[in-house]
Nanobody
Framework: QVQLVESGGGLVQAGGSLRLSCTAS????????MAWFRQAPGKQRELVAG???????NYADSVKGRFTISRDNAKNTGYLQMNSLKPEDTAVYYC???????????????WGQGTQVTVSS
C-alpha cells in the first residue's frame, strides 16, 4: 500500500522560509508527476507547483519567483522550498503523486495527509 508522508510545515513570520518534504513509500514501480496543492479555510484546494518525472516544473502565478519544487527520484521524495512567505500563503499543504505500483498498472493519484503552514504578519 502506497503512503505519502509530508513534513516541514509550521509557523513562520512573513518574509521567512520553510521547506516541505513528501516521501512516498510502499509498493512503487514508478512516479510520474509530483505536485503540491494547498487549501486555505473556506477556499478550494489549488495547485501550487508541479514537477514531472523529467524535471519540468510549473507554478501558480501567486508563488512564482518565491517557491521552488524539486524531487529526488532515488528517494521517492519531493520538496517545496518556500521563500518570502506571505500571510496569504497560510493553508494546509498537500502532496500529490501520480504513480504506478507495478509495471503495466495504470497511473493512480495518491495524496498525503497535509501539513499546516501558517505565516504571521
Amino acid at each position: 500500500q502506497v503512503q505519502l508522508v509530508e513534513s516541514g510545515g509550521g509557523l513562520v513570520q512573513a518574509g521567512g522560509s520553510l521547506r516541505l518534504s513528501c516521501t512516498a513509500s510502499g509498493s512503487i514501480f514508478s512516479i510520474n508527476g509530483m505536485a503540491w496543492f494547498r487549501q486555505a479555510p473556506g477556499k478550494q484546494r489549488e495547485l501550487v507547483a508541479g514537477i514531472s518525472s523529467g524535471g519540468s516544473t510549473n507554478y501558480a502565478d501567486s508563488v512564482k519567483g518565491r517557491f521552488t519544487i524539486s524531487r529526488d527520484n532515488a528517494k521517492n521524495t519531493g520538496y517545496l522550498q518556500m521563500n518570502s512567505l506571505k500571510p496569504e500563503d497560510t493553508a494546509v499543504y498537500y502532496c500529490n503523486a501520480l504513480l504506478r505500483e507495478r509495471a503495466g498498472d495504470v497511473v493512480s493519484s495518491y495524496w498525503g495527509q497535509g501539513t499546516q503552514v501558517t505565516v504571521s504578519s
